[in-house]
């Protein structure tokens, strides 16, 4: 089979035109159930001899296709769709986990994935051990954490909000020695930018609400892995608990996806200039950006990574309240959370993302409160950086 580069396969990967129809942009498959031919039929979908499909929840040709295109993108075998990034997080996580097992992960990731590995899966008896920023890169503090109940392991790079790098060959060496998955959320760098499982992860997770869908009208959320591992988080979770994508939402990723490489260029170049602008402003404290010399894992993410992405954070001088007058004077920059659409967006992580977090535990996780965080949209630099000029100004 002829190998495409990435660009070519985020728009070509996967669809070939119905036989009859010929449509360029393949049909939405809305339909909750399908016709069976006849009884045997029926009972041959249900007990895996016959191909075909049964009943929505458990498979649709729509959200097959985003599968597939999803599954060539990252390098996996497989993936499985979900209604949300959440639901995809939860789906790995239950799956590889029950009651009496652990799992490791660094205390700085999305604050909704934080609140649930503390606190609900807690009420599953499944214990969440994380390690802070400064050793998440350390295969002593990784080690020291890992125990024979030890499910998984679970970063996400870069981490949102602070922006922190983590070495996914390193503990996907220390996942292999221990014989269990390395989970990786790639949201934040999406499959243009970075390929958890070219560097040895088991598992990539994405909200594909973020970069992949990239214009901010669904919530959804995916998984890609082997084939078994797939399999396994389809059956064990996704059918029965029933989160599942709705063929619509698939569609417009789809859609959305086509545009995947050359809005990540953008999103990369844009942030990178606003980034270098950032740091040479006055009333700019700190800039957190892995495309700056200046950033601890700058070396790391050109590593691992093909440009540095669309995410900046930042803390200007006066703290929270001078944070707050920015975020209140922004005139094209848009005040409120998610990421990865086209627009530039502007939050506060300490009181909204990262709310989910105690006081101390954001402390320990380094998002101080006077950090800002900016989803770099797609739109003229320069009229990003005026903006920004005069709400700091
Ligand atoms: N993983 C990462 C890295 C995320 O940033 C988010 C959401 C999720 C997973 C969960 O995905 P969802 O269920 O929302 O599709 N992050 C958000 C954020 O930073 N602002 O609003 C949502």
């Not at 016959?50 to 985003?66: C, E």
């Not at 060539?72 to 979900?82: D, Q, V, Y």
């Not at 989910?356 to 949209?377: F, H």
Request: hydrophobic content about 40%.
């Amino acid at each position: 089979m002829q190998k495409y580069a990435k660009e070519t396969d985020i728009v070509h990967g996967i669809h070939t035109s119905h036989i009859t129809t010929m449509d360029l942009v393949p049909p939405i498959h809305l339909t909750s159930t399908y016709r069976f031919r006849d009884a045997d039929h029926g009972a041959g979908i249900f007990n895996g001899t016959d191909k075909g499909y049964a009943y929505t929840r458990m498979g649709n040709p729509t959200v097959d296709l985003f599968q597939e295109k999803i599954a060539l993108l990252e390098g996996g075998e497989a993936a499985i769709a979900a209604s949300s990034g959440m639901s995809a997080i939860a789906a790995a996580a239950m799956t590889l986990a029950g009651p009496g097992d652990n799992f490791v992960s660094c205390t700085t990731v999305y604050g909704g994935t934080y609140a649930l590995f503390q606190h609900d899966l807690a009420k599953w008896n499944i214990e969440a051990r994380f390690i802070p920023p400064k050793s998440c890169c350390s295969i002593q503090s990784i080690e020291s954490l890992t125990d024979q109940n030890t499910r998984f392991f679970y970063i996400e790079t870069p981490a949102n909000p602070t922006m922190d790098v983590i070495d996914i060959e390193l503990w996907a060496s220390v996942a292999k020695t221990h014989q269990i998955p390395l989970v990786v959320d790639n949201t934040f760098a999406s499959p243009y930018l970075q390929n958890p499982l070219s560097l040895g992860a088991d598992i990539v997770i994405h909200s594909t609400t973020k970069y992949l869908n990239g214009h901010g009208d669904i919530i959804g959320g995916v998984v890609v892995a082997s084939n078994d591992m797939i399999d396994r988080i389809r059956k064990g979770y996704i059918i029965h608990y029933g989160p599942i994508m709705s063929p619509f939402n698939a569609w417009l990723i789809l859609r959305g996806m086509k545009t995947l490489a050359i809005r990540m260029e953008k999103h990369s170049d844009n942030a990178m200039k606003i980034a270098k602008w950032l740091q040479m402003h006055p009333n700019v404290e700190k800039v957190f950006y892995p495309g700056l010399a200046s950033h601890p894992g700058h070396p790391l993410a050109k590593k691992q990574m093909k440009k540095f992405g669309g995410m900046i954070a930042f803390e200007v001088k006066g703290g929270i309240s001078a944070g707050k007058r920015l975020m209140n004077k922004v005139k094209l920059c848009i005040l409120a959370v998610s990421l990865g659409d086209c627009e530039t967006l502007i939050q506060h992580p300490a009181s909204m993302t990262h709310s989910t977090y105690t006081p101390q535990e954001r402390a320990d996780a380094g998002i101080s409160d006077g950090l800002i965080r900016l989803s770099v949209g797609i739109e003229n630099a320069d009229d990003i950086i005026a903006d920004l000029d005069q709400a700091l100004r």
